[in-house]
């Protein structure tokens, strides 16, 4: 397994974009400042995507504009199209996310195009990004199950990645769009993927639908992935995939993988702070569970009564 294993955050993004009510900017903004300072590898701040379609998005500018810029964290936002990818490079983004789904039935339900037209369209917008520091990620949803077309081959994801990567893409992103991953699939895909790829940056981006999405993770790791997108609190889920839920837990990946030895560089309790606060704005439970629990190092006071026998017992 990696020793050092890196933290993406999606809250702002994934987690935000499903929200009932609209989170104001500068609540935002502020929420990005502090998960910055925390030792996150990448958060993704936002989508450039129409305010018609994601209206809880419709700030992404002004998000960009605002938020601090002397940290090490990677700011990378989503990007549909060549015009998302132009207000991208305007505002000085880190880092693209370009979004295909491996099942035709979801790419047409979510990005209202082919798989063949998706990457066409990737093919233009890496042309638009060369010669400029912005890198590009591809991410592929509905690599361990379509909602509605169910399993998909791993020829056909191990070809879309390729296709990717032909279109010079910096790095990639394996997603569980609707929690459907199993641990043996996950390790077995990410080992070819590895095997095939071996410099390749790949991130795995998991659900917790099922409650498989720390255990997909183990998985993962024994492939020898380093990388992970989490949410925090667990918010998040595809508004464009029936039963989809949240994403895996920031602070609960982050508190597993340091029970385990592995070193995240995420400072757990500022996480663990801002999870509380996040809950305040939502204004609803969230799903993670170290939050709730307390950390495995964690002890509680003895009760009275107990006291009282071991003082009983030495007398």
């Known amino acids: 397994m990696p020793k050092r294993v890196l933290i993406n955050e999606v809250v702002t993004r994934d987690g935000f974009q499903s929200e009932p009510d609209f989170v104001p900017t500068e609540t935002k903004v502020e929420l990005i400042n502090a998960l910055a300072g925390l030792g996150l590898n ?3 701040v936002t989508s450039f995507v129409s305010p018609r379609a994601v209206p809880n998005l419709s700030d992404a500018a002004e998000v960009v504009q605002a938020i601090r810029k002397d940290t090490p964290t990677r700011y990378v936002a989503l990007v549909p199209n060549q015009k998302g990818c132009a207000r991208a490079l305007e505002l000085g983004v880190d880092e693209i996310n370009l979004v ?12 209202r195009m082919t798989c063949d037209q998706s990457l066409q369209q990737f093919q233009d917008i890496a042309e638009m990004a060369s010669g400029t520091p912005m890198r590009l990620n591809g991410s592929l949803a509905t690599t361990f199950g379509c909602p509605f077309e169910g399993q998909q081959s791993q020829e056909r994801i191990l070809r879309f990645v ?8 910096h790095s990639l992103t394996l997603a569980d769009t609707t929690g459907m991953a199993v641990p043996n699939q996950v390790q077995s895909l990410c080992e ?5 790829w071996p410099e390749l940056e790949l991130t795995l981006h998991f659900h917790n639908t099922r409650g498989l ?6 998985a993962a790791l024994a492939a020898g992935v380093n990388q992970f997108d989490a949410s925090l609190g667990g918010l998040g889920g595809c508004p464009f995939a029936p039963g989809a839920t949240g994403n895996i837990c ?3 990946l982050v508190h597993m993988l340091s029970e385990m030895g592995l070193d995240t560089g995420v400072d757990l309790d500022g996480l663990l702070l801002q999870s509380q606060r996040l809950e305040e704005i939502v204004n609803h439970d969230l799903p993670g569970q170290v939050r709730k629990a307390g950390k495995r190092s964690d002890t509680r006071p003895l009760p009275q009564s107990v006291k009282e026998l071991m ?3 030495r007398s």
């Open 192 to 196: 070819e993927v590895r095997r095939r």
């Open 250 to 252: 920031t602070e609960d």
């Open 42 to 44: 990448k958060i993704e």
């Open 311 to 313: 003082q009983n017992g």
């Open 100 to 111: 295909m789904s491996v099942s035709e039935s979801h790419n047409l339900a979510n990005m």
């Open 162 to 169: 390729d296709a990717y990567l032909e279109r010079g893409l």
């Open 213 to 218: 999405g720390l255990a997909n993770v183990y």
